[in-house]
């Protein structure tokens, strides 16, 4: 499945995953009323799960669930005070698809219409496939993973997402003899 909306490709097959392309921030986008705006405006949100950097550290391995109700949607913002972080995600859905999109907030005093959308809303057959990826962090602030069941009209759907996050490696040259 590859999602084209003039933007780098979004979810590439490669062996039964997908994997969604890591997406700089500091890219111009337009500043239009996206679809994503409008949702986080007028949406029915189920559920918001917040979450730091240090709580996402202490994940571990396990998987975490949401539920989300048909014609509603829920959120994962995430708030991160350093930069040049990874903040990588992979989820699958059950019983049908789910819409997926990350949005970038540079505080919680910034107004919807100042959001920036990394991730356009893009459906994931993810109840077949697992999807994977991750958004590079340029910038302080705050990256809201949008799980989107607005579609759904009666279907409600389970999410099992794992999050993660790295830090840069830098080499400090203490292995040179």
């Known amino acids: 499945m590859i999602c084209d909306y003039d933007n780098p490709i979004l979810f590439v097959p490669r062996n039964s995953t997908y994997s969604s392309s890591t997406f700089d921030e500091s890219d111009d986008l337009p500043m239009t009323q996206d679809a994503e705006i409008c949702l986080l405006k007028s949406g029915e949100l189920m559920l918001k799960l917040p979450l730091t950097v240090e709580e996402i550290l202490k994940f571990g391995e396990g998987t975490r669930e949401l539920f989300i ?3 509603t949607y829920s959120i ?5 005070d350093e ?3 990874t903040i990588s995600w992979v989820f699958s859905s059950d019983p049908k698809s789910i819409s997926f999109s990350v949005v970038y907030k540079q505080s919680e005093e910034t107004s919807l219409d100042q959001c920036k959308v990394l991730i356009p809303m893009t459906r994931c057959n993810s109840h077949k496939e697992t999807i994977r990826g991750n958004v590079k962090v340029r910038n302080a602030g705050i990256y809201i993973l949008i799980f989107d069941n607005t579609f759904s009209r009666f279907i ?3 999410v099992f997402f794992h999050l993660s996050v790295q830090r840069p490696v830098v080499y400090d040259g203490s292995d040179f003899p």
């Open 76 to 80: 994962i913002p995430i708030t991160v």
């Open 69 to 71: 109700k048909s014609s």
């Open 156 to 158: 409600s759907k389970k």
């Open 83 to 85: 930069t040049g972080l």
